[in-house]
């Protein structure tokens, strides 16, 4: 006994280690805040000339719209004449690019961990796929997209008709798969060759190996593995909707927003704001699961 | 009951190379006869690197021989390990840090479809076996290493095999502990007639437990030597006998002569000497 303290500053030091990220977190957007209402500051002072030197980047409210007016905006309707505020048109699109983003994630999540678990079976298989996998991301994605966007209403899957919206997850998916293969591999590898060995020496079939020793050693590489993966998929998602043409998502208003930056600069940041914001969502829900699956594993694991 | 038990195993002629015709190439077991009866205790003993592991490993089918035959319990060595017919405790715990210590104990048990009940009742009996009752629910990680690898061999024992293949399995604990270890060793094996291969650095402890010490000898790694070991029934008496001693001395004196054979390094007989070899 006595191991129960032990237990207890574990996970205490766990959470402290938390706490001082998030206080660092805050620390650091308040100091980005800082910096741009600085750089007002600044401009308007020196009238855009600090010590004979020119400032790199226009400061007036129309290039850098003071913060308290971009939170402002969210309150107000979107377009003269209609009720909605920016922030629900915000909210509503980044759920809706989340969803996307989401099934994106899940199929590459399947697709990623399939290929891993076939290139760990079979030596084979490694050295004919791996090479693809990595070649699938040096594809510029700026080339795939419209070539993606153009399967809408081309052909069906499974009796449903490929629609623009799969065009956006199929994206996210092609982002997110890569990372989670990868990771994968590598954690379906770490077991040692003892570790192995001892479930041979139980005659153990390779099924039972992958799931009860495999996997369980994968989880420390998934969770970095599931950060990457999480954030491509949002990023391609916001970036394919806008080359795919998909109204509903964050890409879609952030499009729109910018094309009233003379008229309305706040409002362009309210969707960046939108995006950003839901990355630091994704961000926490990824670091919840970690706490949740590591939490019987020792203190400063892989990581 | 006419036709006698088959040996639980039986080497003609074994041979190990490792990487054979390349630059890296290791004899690490030439030409190994050894039987082994049911029931019986088997030390190997020799210097680091004389190929007691490969030897151990063979048996369990973990890699195959380069040549020579081997049978196990009158079968293939592949045929004994597909019918788990022995338990194996290694130099290292190799405990899964993701299970708790009762769990790990179930691995084995789990692999054989026993019931939930089933496996936590003998969990629990083994855990009492090895006095680690009170750490059932802990994780590996919180564990001393001597108290990991007790948890190591109640997985072993855990679904009682017929056969236990031991590598230095007490070289972690302290003296009091291992001296319980192998009288909790020789009681399983009286009660339940368990063969054992057992490897160690420890002269004492060989001629202890064992029926025959084998003394090995490195590159290339062979059996310079069987020394019977016929002491009766153990208990704490036999340690100060005379007769143990004679024994020690035995085996002592086989292994001094591998000493010639091997070039073994300063630090591996400083290693030896800790682990109770005690070569001079
Ligand atoms: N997988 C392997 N590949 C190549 N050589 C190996 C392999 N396993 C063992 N050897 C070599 O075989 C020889 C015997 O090794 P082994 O592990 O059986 O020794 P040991 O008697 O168990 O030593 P120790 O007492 O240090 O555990 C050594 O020279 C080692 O380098
Ligand atoms: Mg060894």
Same mark, same amino acid.
């Given at each position: 006994?006595?191991?129960?303290?032990?237990?207890?500053?574990?996970?205490?030091?766990?959470?402290?280690?938390?706490?001082?990220?998030?206080?660092?977190?805050?620390?650091?957007?308040?100091?980005?805040?800082?910096?741009?209402?600085?750089?007002?500051?600044?401009?308007?002072?020196?009238?855009?000339?600090?010590?004979?030197?020119?400032?790199?980047?226009?400061?007036?409210?129309?290039?850098?719209?003071?913060?308290?007016?971009?939170?402002?905006?969210?309150?107000?309707? !979107?377009?003269?004449? !209609?009720?909605?505020?920016?922030?629900? *048109?915000?909210?509503?699109?980044?759920?809706? !690019?989340?969803?996307?983003?989401?099934?994106?994630?899940?199929?590459?999540? &399947?697709?990623?961990?399939?290929?891993?678990?076939?290139?760990?079976?079979?030596?084979?298989?490694?050295?004919?796929?791996?090479?693809?996998?990595?070649?699938?991301?040096?594809?510029? #994605? &700026?080339?795939?997209?419209?070539?993606?966007?153009?399967?809408?209403?081309?052909?069906?899957?499974?009796?449903?008709?490929?629609?623009?919206?799969?065009?956006?997850?199929?994206?996210?998916?092609?982002?997110?798969?890569?990372?989670?293969?990868?990771?994968?591999?590598?954690?379906?590898?770490?077991?040692?060759?003892?570790?192995?060995?001892?479930?041979?020496?139980?005659? &153990?079939?390779?099924?039972?190996?992958?799931?009860?020793?495999? #996997?369980?050693?994968?989880?420390?590489?998934?969770?970095?593995?599931?950060?990457?993966?999480?954030?491509?998929?949002?990023?391609?998602?916001?970036?394919?909707?806008?080359?795919?043409?998909?109204?509903?998502?964050?890409?879609?208003?952030?499009?729109?927003?910018?094309?009233?930056?003379? *008229?309305?600069?706040?409002?362009?940041?309210?969707?960046?704001?939108?995006? &950003?914001?839901?990355?630091?969502?994704?961000?926490?829900?990824?670091?919840?699961?970690?706490?949740?699956?590591?939490?019987?594993?020792?203190?400063?694991?892989?990581? | 009951?006419?036709?006698?038990?088959?040996?639980?195993?039986?080497?003609?002629?074994?041979?190990?190379?490792?990487?054979?015709?390349?630059?890296?190439?290791? %004899?690490?077991?030439?030409?190994?006869? /050894?039987? $082994?009866?049911?029931?019986?205790?088997?030390?190997?003993?020799?210097?680091?690197?004389?190929?007691?592991?490969?030897? /151990?490993? /063979?048996?369990?089918?973990?890699?195959?021989?380069?040549?020579?035959?081997?049978?196990?319990?009158?079968?293939?060595?592949?045929?004994?390990?597909?019918?788990?017919?022995?338990?194996?405790?290694? =130099? =290292?715990?190799?405990?899964?840090?993701?299970?708790? $210590?009762?769990?790990?104990?179930?691995?084995?048990?789990?692999?054989?479809?026993?019931?939930?009940?089933?496996?936590?009742?003998?969990?629990?009996?083994?855990?009492?076996?090895?006095?680690?009752?009170?750490?059932?629910?802990? @994780?590996?990680?919180?564990?001393?290493?001597?108290?990991? =690898?007790?948890?190591?061999?109640?997985?072993?024992?855990?679904?009682?095999?017929?056969?236990?293949?031991?590598?230095?399995?007490?070289?972690?604990?302290?003296?009091?502990?291992?001296?319980?270890?192998?009288?909790?060793?020789?009681?399983?094996?009286?009660?339940?007639?368990?063969?054992?291969?057992? $490897?160690?650095?420890?002269?004492?402890?060989?001629v202890?437990?064992?029926?025959?010490?084998?003394?090995?000898?490195?590159?290339?790694?062979?059996?310079?030597?069987?020394?019977? $070991?016929?002491l009766?029934?153990?208990?704490?008496?036999?340690?100060?006998s005379a007769e143990f001693f004679k024994k020690i001395t035995e085996?002592?004196?086989?292994?001094?002569?591998?000493?010639?054979?091997?070039?073994?390094?300063?630090?591996?007989?400083?290693?030896?000497? @800790?682990?109770?070899? %005690?070569?001079?």
């Open positions: 006994m006595g191991r129960a303290d032990d237990d207890a500053g574990g996970s205490a030091g766990r959470l402290g280690q938390r706490l001082r990220r998030w206080v660092l977190a805050v620390a650091a957007v308040a100091a980005l805040c800082g910096m741009w209402e600085g750089y007002k500051v600044l401009g308007e002072a020196t009238d855009g000339t600090v010590l004979g030197w020119d400032l790199p980047a226009r400061y007036d409210d129309l290039s850098m719209p003071h913060l308290t007016d971009v939170v402002a905006r969210f309150s107000e309707p !979107t377009n003269r004449g !209609t009720t909605e505020s920016v922030g629900v *048109s915000v909210l509503k699109g980044a759920w809706y !690019t989340l969803q996307l983003a989401g099934l994106g994630l899940a199929v590459g999540i &399947a697709v990623g961990l399939g290929l891993a678990v076939l290139m760990q079976r079979f030596r084979v298989a490694e050295r004919g796929l791996l090479p693809y996998v990595i070649l699938s991301q040096t594809v510029p #994605f &700026a080339a795939l997209a419209p070539l993606v966007a153009g399967w809408s209403g081309r052909f069906d899957v499974l009796g449903y008709e490929w629609e623009q919206w799969m065009s956006v997850s199929f994206i996210a998916s092609y982002l997110a798969f890569f990372p989670i293969a990868v990771g994968a591999l590598k954690g379906l590898q770490s077991p040692s060759p003892a570790t192995i060995e001892l479930m041979s020496s139980y005659a &153990a079939p390779a099924r039972a190996t992958l799931f009860k020793v495999r #996997f369980p050693s994968a989880v420390p590489y998934l969770i970095p593995a599931l950060r990457l993966a999480f954030a491509s998929a949002i990023v391609g998602s916001i970036v394919a909707e806008i080359s795919v043409g998909r109204r509903g998502g964050l890409g879609r208003l952030i499009l729109e927003y910018s094309q009233q930056a003379s *008229s309305d600069p706040p409002k362009v940041y309210t969707a960046m704001l939108g995006a &950003a914001l839901l990355g630091l969502v994704v961000a926490g829900v990824v670091n919840l699961v970690e706490l949740w699956v590591l939490r019987n594993r020792p203190l400063g694991d892989v990581r | 009951m006419n036709t006698p038990e088959p040996a639980t195993v039986r080497a003609v002629a074994v041979s190990k190379i490792f990487n054979p015709d390349k630059a890296n190439q290791v %004899d690490a077991l030439i030409d190994v006869d /050894l039987t $082994v009866e049911p029931g019986e205790l088997v030390s190997l003993i020799g210097p680091s690197g004389c190929g007691k592991s490969t030897l /151990l490993r /063979l048996i369990a089918n973990l890699i195959e021989p380069t040549s020579g035959e081997l049978a196990v319990n009158g079968k293939s060595a592949r045929q004994a390990r597909l019918d788990q017919d022995y338990g194996m405790a290694f =130099q =290292q715990a190799g405990l899964f840090e993701w299970r708790t $210590v009762a769990r790990n104990i179930e691995l084995p048990l789990e692999l054989r479809k026993w019931s939930k009940a089933e496996r936590r009742a003998r969990a629990s009996e083994m855990l009492e076996l090895v006095k680690l009752g009170e750490f059932a629910n802990h @994780h590996p990680w919180e564990l001393s290493g001597g108290m990991q =690898q007790r948890v190591a061999i109640a997985r072993a024992l855990s679904f009682r095999p017929r056969m236990l293949l031991m590598d230095e399995p007490f070289g972690a604990l302290d003296e009091m502990t291992r001296e319980h270890m192998q009288a909790e060793l020789l009681r399983i094996c009286s009660e339940t007639g368990t063969t054992v291969v057992f $490897v160690t650095h420890s002269i004492p402890e060989a202890y437990l064992s029926n025959r010490v084998v003394v090995m000898s490195p590159r290339p790694g062979r059996i310079v030597r069987v020394v019977d $070991v016929p009766g029934r153990r208990d704490d008496d036999t340690r100060e085996v002592r004196e086989a292994l001094r002569g591998t000493e010639g054979g091997g070039d073994l390094g300063p630090a591996e007989v400083e290693r030896l000497r @800790h682990a109770g070899g %005690d070569l001079r």
